[in-house]
């Protein structure tokens, strides 16, 4: 609920564009990027709660042109798409009609999104529809396991995957229902064995303690390199660079050209 980092997800380009779950701050941080919404081929939802799917619907208008065309794909969770225990469904009629495609995923689909192969993760979260996700792209697979807490089982899935995005809500063995913490983390990179591993989904205490702190203490424990996302961070998936995009928050841009 505080923001003081965004939980904006990230945009996936292998040259289509894939925004995953476009939390608070989404929409805000892709005019800080003079990013045009019409250039996003496919938009994922891994579970229905806020901060994963707030400015989703805005970031579907902007994919089909203000909703004008019917272009894109839509993929989310049951709870996301039809509702499930009192969740969701978070993606109005309205909104599933503007895509060419809307699809409800679930843990064990194998699925095309915007040409990229993406296989579906379980996890155990307090949303029971919640999924993780492995991209198949050219240079290696990209893991991004969503709000999850730690099993061997939950981790093995991931067992392969280049890098491995975690959400990883509190230091040390500060534990939160349904989250990772970075005991819990260290773990699931141990097992893993990615070639680096990133820390998102970064919470107020975790913030407090120092989320490069503990990112180093992993990566001390494990030897695998382990690194803090931070917003507006950008990552190469060839050579796994990092960098960092200068936010410009014009009045106009030629970018927005319709």
Not at 32 to 55: F, G, Q
Not at 68 to 85: A, D, F, I, L, P
Request: glycine share 10%; with cysteine.
């Amino acid at each position: 609920m505080f923001q003081a980092r965004s939980t904006g997800g990230f945009i996936l380009d292998t040259g289509t564009r894939i925004h995953v779950d476009p939390g608070p701050g989404a929409l805000t941080n892709m005019c800080l990027i003079r990013y045009n919404l019409e250039r996003t081929d496919a938009v994922v939802i891994s579970h229905c709660h806020p901060d994963h799917y707030s400015d989703a619907e805005i970031v579907i208008e902007g994919m089909g042109k203000g909703g004008w065309v019917h272009r894109g794909e839509v993929y989310g969770s049951v709870s996301v798409m039809e509702g499930q225990n009192g969740l969701g469904p978070c993606i109005s009629e309205y909104h599933k009609r503007i895509p060419k495609m809307c699809c409800t995923i679930r843990a064990g689909d194998v699925c095309d999104i915007a040409g990229v192969r993406t296989e579906i993760m379980t996890a155990d979260h307090s949303d029971p529809t919640n999924v993780g996700f492995r991209f198949h792209t050219e240079n290696g697979v990209l893991a991004y396991v969503s709000d999850t807490a730690y099993s061997d089982t939950i981790a093995d899935q991931y067992i392969g995957s280049k890098v491995l995005i975690l959400p990883v809500t509190t230091p040390n063995e500060n534990r939160i229902r349904g989250h990772l913490c970075t005991a819990d983390a260290g773990k699931f990179i141990e097992r893993v064995r990615p070639e680096l591993a990133i820390f998102v989904h970064l919470g107020i205490v975790m913030l407090r303690s120092g989320p490069a702190a503990q990112a180093a203490m992993v990566e001390n424990a494990t030897g695998v390199r382990t690194i803090a996302g931070e917003d507006l961070m950008t990552l190469d998936l060839e050579d796994l660079s990092v960098g960092h995009i200068t936010p410009s928050k014009p009045d106009w841009s030629k970018d927005w050209e319709l």
